[in-house]
């Protein structure tokens, strides 16, 4: 049946536009038989492999392949240990390997993670994490989830308590993964100090937190009372040295031999004064201040103790803690001797605090000394690893870089041209479908068969 | 240098009772420690206020009387306060007496506020920290005059933990054997403060 607005011209147009669309079917036709028929390109598939972490399997077959020379990795995520170790083999092994983010460079953040033991006779340690400020971390042992943080200024710490197996921070994607070394940590104290307030109540807050306190204390002339079973001051006896007073210079030679060695020390103003311990010491003794009435029960509970700052430091000395009173005055600095770390303390009679503060003042007097074991306390022989050639899961990005070099801006140019995109078959008998149908539906319209 | 502060003997001071029952105490032990070590003691004692947090100042505290003991709300919490930080209280009995009003209501007060005293053995380090007492607590004349219960107390009570005495108790009267000027000390056999000796020595090194 003929539209009674058909013109001339108009039927002419209708015709030619028929016999384009039958021309696009058979052209899509044609294409769709051509691209079935085409042998799939090695090349393509050999240089652009999305490197799955799960399934090393099927990447070890890829790179075994003797018919390839160059594989390029892109990455969705920071692979895992074993298909780094074989990219890096495959590398060793002389063929080309590089590697890119498939995506978006934040799904490859790097990430680092290290252990130290604690100084602390009930164990824990400390775990450092390294990675892009902003990121969401979320720390685990093998038990499950201990906390999650978000990362300021690049890095975050924490201290846990017990001692897991394996410690593994995850951040997006990339997950690292730490073992603590295991440790048997020396858990004596040797302290030095006349029978006193400070005494009892040092050795009270160290014995509270773990430690085991050796002590001899002169009540008379040849007259002494120990605690404890003082030995021979060294690395394999004690952990560290608590120096309080004068009592401690006549075995200063053997204490600033026991730190070159590897032991900590923690010097009080009554044995930093005088010349016994110059050799070792942060700095010199200052003009005492005493301390702030009532700050004992307040914030900042150390203001209301006697302080004996530290003055003239050395160049390598490290200020750990200022007084807040006119003149920032030091009270507490650390520096490396030998193997081993010495802290000096510039408050006095500690044991005031601990009396006299505030509600929790027990417990804090007790943590304020077991950070002072912490800071310097040996660990143990074992502290020091083996350098390692590789970072290993601790550092997996770093690992990923150290083993194959940094990621490539892009794909490496392949031999032939780049294959151009073609559509999918099925689009193509789409298209075909359609424009035969077109076609058959203007002629029906017109009055033709 | 040394700047370890000197030992100062303190006597707690309480509302209830006689707390100054023993004047001549305080100036007696203080002599005995000079006489007997080389500690840094202060020549004079004091007196706190059980009701003053000052009674905090001074870890040992010695505490005596005859009458009643009945602590205040205020000296209650001083008190439970300076044991849960460490100090060591020192309660004598002055009647000798465990039938007396003292002992009655001082041991039942220390229960309260603290924890049931319970006997010390007397092989604890106390006994054998400067002057040795192979038997315990040395026994006091005052034990077996005719006052009192008349009896001999073997052991001292005490409320300790982890071995650390935080209160300790006698019945054997220390308040009478000790109290008497030092210069009498010469007229005597063995010098009845030396058990004193031992209190404080311990008090400062454990």
């Known amino acids: ?449 | 240098m040394n700047h370890t502060s000197p030992f100062v003997f303190a006597t707690a001071q309480y509302d209830s009772g006689d707390w100054d029952s023993a004047p001549s105490l305080p100036g007696n032990l203080i002599d005995s420690v000079a006489r007997y070590t080389s500690l840094q003691v202060a020549p004079q004692g004091v007196a706190v206020p059980l009701a003053s947090d000052e009674a905090l100042r001074y870890p040992l505290l010695f505490l005596t009387g005859h009458l009643p003991v009945r602590f205040t709300p205020q000296e209650g919490r001083v008190l439970q306060r300076y044991v849960q930080r460490g100090g060591l209280l020192f309660i004598d009995d002055h009647n000798h007496d465990v039938d007396g009003a003292f002992h009655k209501t001082a041991t039942e007060e220390v229960r309260r506020l603290i924890a049931p005293l319970v006997p010390l053995p007397n092989n604890h380090a106390l006994y054998s920290v400067f002057f040795t007492f192979e038997d315990g607590p040395p026994t006091t004349s005052h034990e077996l005059n005719g006052w009192g219960d008349n009896l001999v107390h073997e052991q001292l009570l005490a409320v300790r933990a982890q071995d650390r005495i935080q209160v300790l108790y006698s019945n054997k009267d220390y308040s009478s054997e000790w109290n008497f000027h030092p210069d009498n000390k010469r007229f005597m056999g063995v010098d009845p403060t030396r058990f004193g000796v031992n209190l404080v020595v311990y008090a400062l090194t454990h």
Do not use: C
């Open chain 1, 1 to 449: 049946m003929r539209s009674p607005t058909s013109t001339p011209d108009a039927s002419s147009r209708r015709v030619i536009a028929e016999r384009v669309a039958r021309v696009l079917a058979v052209m899509a036709l044609l294409m769709a038989w051509w691209l079935t028929g085409r042998p799939s390109a090695p090349d393509t598939a050999a240089r652009d492999p999305i490197v799955d972490a799960a399934d090393p399997v099927r990447l070890a077959e890829w790179v075994a392949d003797p018919s390839r020379s160059t594989v390029h990795a892109s990455l969705q995520a920071v692979p895992g240990a074993t298909v780094r170790a074989l990219l890096h083999a495959a590398s060793e092994a002389g063929l080309s390997v590089s590697w890119s983010a498939h995506d978006s460079a934040t799904s490859l953040a790097p990430l680092a993670l290290s252990v130290a033991p604690l100084a602390d006779p009930s164990g824990g340690m400390t775990a450092r994490v390294s990675a892009p400020s902003g990121s969401p971390l979320a720390l685990a042992d093998s038990l499950g989830w201990l906390d999650s943080a978000v990362v300021a200024k690049g890095g975050i710490a924490w201290t846990l308590e017990g001692n897991p197996r394996e410690l593994t921070v995850a951040s997006g994607t990339s997950v690292a993964v730490a073992t603590p070394l295991a440790i048997a940590p020396i858990k004596r104290v040797r302290l030095f100090a006349a029978p006193g307030w400070e005494a009892r109540f040092a050795m009270r807050a160290l014995e509270d937190a773990g430690w085991s306190v050796d002590a001899s204390f002169s009540i008379a002339p040849r007259v002494s009372v120990t605690a404890g079973a003082p030995a021979r001051i060294d690395t394999a006896h004690y952990a560290a040295v608590v120096a309080i007073d004068s009592t401690a210079w006549s075995s200063a030679a053997a204490i600033a031999a026991f730190v070159r060695s590897g032991g900590g020390l923690v010097l009080f103003p009554g044995a930093a004064s005088g010349s016994a311990f110059a050799g070792v010491r942060t700095g010199t003794v200052g003009t005492p201040s005493a301390g702030i009435p009532g700050a004992l029960a307040l914030a900042l509970p150390r203001e209301g103790l006697l302080l004996r700052p530290i003055t003239s430091l050395r160049g390598d000395a490290v200020v750990l803690e200022r007084s807040t009173r006119p003149g920032n005055a030091v009270a507490l600095a650390a520096r490396r001797v030998g193997l081993g770390r010495v802290l000096q303390v510039g408050w006095e009679n500690s044991w005031e605090w601990r009396m006299l503060g505030g509600d929790n003042a027990v417990a804090a007097h007790r943590n304020w000394w077991r950070g002072l074991l912490h800071r310097t306390a040996r660990v143990s022989a074992a502290r020091t690893v083996a350098s390692m050639p590789l970072p290993g899961d601790a550092a997996p990005y770093a690992d990923l870089v150290a083993r194959l070099g940094a990621p490539s801006a892009a794909a490496p140019p392949s031999d032939g041209p780049s294959p151009t995109p073609a559509p999918p078959p099925s689009l193509l008998f789409a298209i075909a479908a359609f424009a035969l149908l077109t076609e058959w539906w203007s002629r029906r319209l017109r009055g033709e068969r």
